[in-house]
């Protein structure tokens, strides 16, 4: 997690003026916003200027955050409506979440890691893998629920779902995810055990 200051005090200094404060929030969320990016098209330069666009409208936009969420939810939307605006005028054939190379590029992000990394960039890339092999929505929920860390009630407001409803399908994605997870990568498993 995030040490130092949250991210609606560092917000409200880049409101107050201070520009600098918002290179902190560029570097806090400059993975999220690649990963998705990178969801909507594998190839790296586009998945960098989409996200370049991201952090760009949402520092001309910041006034317009009233904080009813979290900064990440509302980035969210940024992210995905600015992915889904460069899609059409560039009319770029759009990729499966089922496409594992859009993960692997993801997963390739994050290079010089130490030894006792390792085994934790396994696990990660098994579950990045399971959940490249469920259905777009139910990756989608898993990826906000568990990487993105919103609540039930923030993913209901990017959705425009109740958060019961959420919850229900949070739940029914889990399980898909873990019959994938048995199913695909039983050897996998076992090694970690």
Known sequence: MNTGPNDNEILSRVLQGDQQAYAEIVKRYQNFVFTIALRYTPNREDAEEIAQDCFVKAYRSLSDFRGESKFSTWLYTIVTTTCLTFLRKKKLQTYSLDNEKVFEAAESLDSGLKANQ???KSRVTMVNRA??????????IITLF????????????????????VKVRLHRARQRLKDKIEKHFA???SDLN
């Open 118 to 120: 390792v085994e934790q």
């Open 131 to 140: 959940i490249a092999l469920l259905s777009p929505d139910d990756a989608q």
């Open 146 to 165: 568990y990487k993105a860390e919103q609540s039930l009630e923030e993913i209901g407001q990017v959705l425009g779902l109740e958060a019961n409803t």
């Open 187 to 189: 050897a996998e498993v």
